[in-house]
């Protein structure tokens, strides 16, 4: 397996590569596993640290776009430091429902008040307003995903 560390809008991931069978890669993004599907083969000769992998086609440089990870809220960080991913306090489902948009991505800086996730529930688009003010530190849904009442949508640090 190799490990790779990736900086994305200024959150850090560590990106370790499990298996890749042709355009298909098993990754463990942040202690997660995902399956992701590479756009394009990477030449194999370039990248020999992946030759232990069971793979039909290499992924190092293929683009990943990780989902960040869901952790337990900390406490505030100090306001010179950038908050790391997930720090913060969470945002939170009102209701079951689908997420029809996301209005922020991580690192915005948000305010009171502004709409960051659209929610249909009982098909009426409902706008998830932020209740602290700070930076987005991670993002758990996406659209089209389900959520149950409490679910963490996302966290603002």
Do not use: C, W
């Amino acid at each position: 397996m190799k490990t790779y560390q990736y900086k994305v809008q200024g959150v850090d991931y560590e990106v370790e590569i499990a298996e890749v069978e042709g355009k298909i890669a098993k990754v463990n993004v942040n202690g997660i596993p995902f399956e992701i599907e590479m756009q394009k083969p990477i030449n194999a000769a370039k990248h020999p640290a992946l030759a232990a992998t069971k793979r039909t086609a290499p992924v190092a440089e293929a683009p990943v776009a990780p989902k960040p990870a869901p952790v337990q809220p900390a406490a505030k960080p100090q306001a010179a430091q950038a908050a790391p991913a997930g720090a913060g306090n969470p945002v939170k489902a009102p209701l079951p429902g689908t997420i029809n948009a996301i209005n922020v991505k991580v690192g915005d800086i948000i305010a009171v008040g502004d709409v960051v996730v659209v929610l249909e529930a009982m098909k009426m688009q409902n706008n998830i307003e932020a209740e602290y003010a700070g930076t987005v530190t991670s993002i758990t849904v996406n659209p089209g995903d389900s959520v149950m009442e409490g679910a963490v949508l996302m966290t603002i640090g």
